[in-house]
């Protein structure tokens, strides 16, 4: 669904495009297979999400995440996540994607169409407006969605750079589809994807 709405953007910038699948053990598969087969800077992963902030629905901005994290890797309660930790081991669930002075964080800041977020990146989407809240909370996001430190984690073992783009469709939390708006978030996707490309060194 989301790579045939940037489908026509990516190949006239002659970027080749691959559906990662759902969830973070199919996009860790599916990006890595991928780098195991092609010599290449950066990968984008665009795709739609939920918001944990109201503000965040409608409007004309598509959002770079500017940090990824698996937001419940570890011990989760009704209400809390705690981090598992394993000595002598790190265990690798954060991930800064966009450092503030480099040329995305200047070029996305200047626009009026692309916005930075802090995002998390989850195996279950959020059922409920509390779970929504201790993530948002406890992990300073803003957008949920299910790949993004999963696409983050085999980009950095190939020293690959990863890019990822996010269109809202929806609060995290609610489970009413009728509220959701997904044909607008994948325009804002196309939009956003066309408006990145630019910046990007494309050869």
């Not at 902030?53 to 409608?58: I, N, S, V, Y």
């Not at 279950?124 to 407006?129: D, Y």
């Not at 909370?137 to 085999?154: H, P, Q, R, T």
Request: negative net charge; aromatic residues 6%.
């Amino acid at each position: 669904m989301e790579l045939d709405a940037v489908m026509d953007v990516a190949q006239g910038a002659g970027v080749p495009g691959f559906v990662t699948g759902l969830g973070p053990a199919s996009t860790a598969h599916s990006v890595t297979r991928f780098l195991e087969n092609n010599s290449v800077s950066f990968i984008i992963l665009a795709g739609i999400a939920g918001a944990y902030r109201p503000e965040l629905l409608g409007g004309n901005r598509a959002f770079v995440a500017k940090s990824e994290v698996f937001a419940d890797l570890g011990r989760c309660s009704h209400n809390s996540i705690e981090p598992i930790k394993l000595a002598e081991q790190e265990v690798k669930e954060y991930f800064r994607l966009v450092e503030e002075g480099d040329e995305i964080h200047t070029f996305v800041t200047a626009s009026h169409g692309l916005a930075l977020a802090n995002m998390a990146t989850v195996s279950c989407s959020s059922g409920t407006f509390e779970r929504a809240r201790t993530i948002a909370e406890g992990f300073d996001v803003e957008i949920e969605n299910m790949e993004g430190a999963a696409a983050a984690l085999s980009c950095a073992a190939y020293d690959v750079r990863l890019i990822e783009l996010r269109a809202v469709s929806n609060l995290a939390g609610e489970t009413d589809k009728s509220k959701w708006d997904i044909p607008g978030a994948l325009g804002q996707l196309s939009k956003g994807l066309r408006e990145l490309l630019v910046a990007l060194p494309l050869r």
